[in-house]
C-alpha cells in the first residue's frame, strides 16, 4: 500500500515558478509508477506528467513539456513537478496519483490506484 500527499500549491504570477511535491508513506518510488493529474473547474481531469518505477521513462503532455519538469529525492522519498513559465490557463488542482503493478507510465486518471488529496494551483495574469 501506498499513501499520497502533495503540497506546495499556492498563487503564483504568469511567467513565474512553483515546484509541488509528492510525498510517498509506505513503498518507495522506486516501487510503483507515478503520475500529475490536474482538473480546472468545469473541466475534465487531465494528464500532466509521469515516470515509471525505474526512472527511466517520463512523459509530458504536449502543454506541458519544456515548461515542467519531474524531480526525485529518493532520500526523502518525494517526487517533484517543478512548473516553469506558467500561464494562467494552468490554475488547476494537482494531483499526484501511483499504481503498483503498471509498468509503463499510462496517461489515464482511471489507471491509477493511488491518489493524494490534490493542492491548488492558481495563476494570475
Known amino acids: 500500500q501506498v499513501q499520497l500527499e502533495e503540497s506546495g500549491g499556492g498563487l503564483v504570477q504568469a511567467g513565474g515558478s512553483l515546484r509541488l511535491s509528492c510525498a510517498a508513506t509506505?513503498?518507495?518510488?522506486?516501487?510503483?509508477?507515478m503520475a500529475w493529474f490536474r482538473q480546472a473547474p468545469g473541466k475534465e481531469r487531465e494528464f500532466v506528467a509521469a515516470?515509471?518505477?525505474?526512472?527511466?521513462?517520463?512523459r509530458y503532455a504536449e502543454d506541458v513539456r519544456g515548461r515542467f519538469t519531474i524531480e526525485t529525492d529518493n532520500v526523502k522519498n518525494i517526487r517533484y513537478l517543478r512548473m516553469n513559465s506558467l500561464k494562467p490557463e494552468d490554475t488547476a488542482i494537482y494531483y499526484c496519483?501511483?499504481?503498483?503493478?503498471?509498468?509503463?507510465?499510462?496517461?489515464?486518471?482511471?489507471?491509477?490506484?493511488?491518489w493524494g488529496q490534490g493542492t491548488r494551483v492558481t495563476v494570475s495574469s
Open positions: 496519483a501511483a499504481d503498483l503493478t503498471m509498468s509503463y507510465p499510462r496517461d489515464r486518471p482511471s489507471e491509477y490506484d493511488y
Open positions: 509506505g513503498r518507495t518510488f522506486s516501487s510503483f509508477t
Open positions: 515516470v515509471s518505477r525505474s526512472g527511466a521513462i517520463i
